[in-house]
């Protein structure tokens, strides 16, 4: 075990009960929430530039939450966590560090097959869970979850991130005030070359981890898709659907490496389309979401947001192509210009990451509902279910 420090250190004990006489959340908005991280990899730096106040996506909040510990299996990683981020203390031992830094909260950020374990360790712990997705590898398995969470009174949430993000979030605006009418249809397409062996996926020197999950590595991306497609459509239950699970690339490392699914619902206004594309041989990366309603659709590419929107506008049916056209053609100049102050600044597509965490630890502070709920993670556990269900399958 690696561990700069050994002393345990003093903690609001009270808070852990949340009730009855004691000091709960509810009673003092500006408790310090104590974090760990388990699982320093390439996203643990998000999660930690949100603790430690470094984001440049929300305000720093100093005072609601505090980073304690990091843990890692390898020690130089959760070091250079530690280090990186003025993190005090650093562990290779899960349980070391619940039993050390009792933190109220662990975000768990390793590979998806350890999920259900930690978090489990965690909650029994008294921490609350925020959980990289998936969270589960199957509605029994997160079902089984959530009872470890209910008995031990905690909450346990997942990362939806991306309907967090503002692109996500300005569509979702166009549909409840009508701009778009009804919804009909959501597509999603994910393209990314996961099968380059020189990446971290495709590397048969050192089998990733998630080549062991039902879907293979597209289940790194599955709740990615499923969390998108109902929060637009609401948790609608889709009764049709269709799934091709291929391996284009036949390397036998990869269980499936392209996905076409094809899922239709009874939505309030009548049925909805929902489309899943993964494909790890076109290019480039691209990320992106299309929303049609009844009166007109829009379009946004996570990695490089611009929003592109096509409705009636002034000027009837004949002008509203070129009115289109002008508004979509200033909004991309604007946008572009704003991708490449991301790119300089070295923004990620993580914005929505934080938004997500800090909305997330308002709710801890404060009692109120998590903006991912145990419904919200169900329904994600539960489409992704119906995709890998052998009747579904192409
Ligand atoms: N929300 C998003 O957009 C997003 C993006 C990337 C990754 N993720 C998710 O985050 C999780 C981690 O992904 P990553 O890309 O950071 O992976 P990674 O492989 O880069 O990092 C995982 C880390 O966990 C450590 N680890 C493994 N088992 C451990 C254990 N039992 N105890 C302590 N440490 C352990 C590994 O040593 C490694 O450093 C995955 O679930 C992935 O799907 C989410």
Redesign the pocket.
């Known amino acids: 075990m690696s561990q700069s420090t050994i002393t345990k250190p003093d903690r609001h004990d009270d808070i852990r009960d949340g009730t009855g006489d004691e000091r709960s959340f509810t009673d003092d908005i500006s408790l310090t929430l104590r974090a760990a991280v ?7 730096s998000e999660h930690l530039t949100f603790l430690s106040g470094r984001s440049r996506f929300v305000d720093a909040t100093p005072g609601r939450v505090a980073p304690v510990a990091v ?4 020690p130089v ?1 959760a070091r250079y966590a530690a280090e990186t981020f003025d993190v005090p203390n650093h562990y290779t031992d ?1 349980e070391r560090l619940l039993e050390f830094e009792r933190p109220d909260v662990v975000h768990i ?4 097959s ?2 259900v374990q ?1 978090a489990s360790l965690c909650l029994e712990a008294g921490a609350h869970v925020i959980c ?2 998936p969270v589960a590898a199957s509605i029994d398995e997160l079902e089984a979850l959530l009872d470890v969470a209910d008995s031990c009174d905690r909450k346990i949430t997942e ?1 939806h ?1 991306y309907c967090f993000n503002p692109a996500i979030t300005d569509i979702s605006r166009l549909l409840d005030d009508g701009t778009l009418g009804q919804l009909r249809e959501v597509e999603i397409r994910i393209v990314l070359p996961v099968t380059d062996t020189g990446g971290r996926f495709g590397d048969a020197n050192l089998p990733h981890p998630i080549h062991s999950m039902p879907a293979g590595v597209i289940h ?1 991306f599955t709740t ?1 898709f499923a969390s998108l497609l109902l929060h637009f459509t609401g948790h609608v239950r889709f009764h049709r659907a269709a799934a091709a699970w291929s391996n284009h690339s036949t390397n036998p490392l990869f269980r499936f490496d392209d996905l076409d699914a094809l899922m239709i619902g009874e939505g309030p206004d009548g049925p909805i389309h929902g489309r899943f594309r993964f494909d790890a041989g076109a290019g480039p990366d691209t990320f992106t979401v299309r929303v049609y309603g009844s009166r007109g659709w829009a379009e946004t590419d996570l990695f490089q947001p611009n929003t592109r929107v096509v409705i009636p506008r002034a000027g009837g049916s004949q002008l509203s192509p070129i009115a289109n056209h002008v508004a979509n053609g200033a909004e991309l100049i604007r946008n572009g210009v704003a991708n490449l102050g991301r790119k300089v600044m070295q923004r990620t597509p ?1 914005e929505g ?1 934080h938004l997500m965490l800090d909305e997330t630890y308002r709710a801890l502070a404060t009692g109120d509902t998590l903006p991912v709920t145990n419904d919200d993670m169900r329904a994600v556990a539960r489409l992704v279910d119906q995709l890998l269900e052998e009747k579904t399958r192409l």
């Open positions: 388990v699982g320093t990899g390439s996203i643990s843990c890692d299996l390898s990683s899960l950020l390793t590979p998806p350890t999920h930690l990289e997705k990362s991130n790194d990615h993580y990451l």
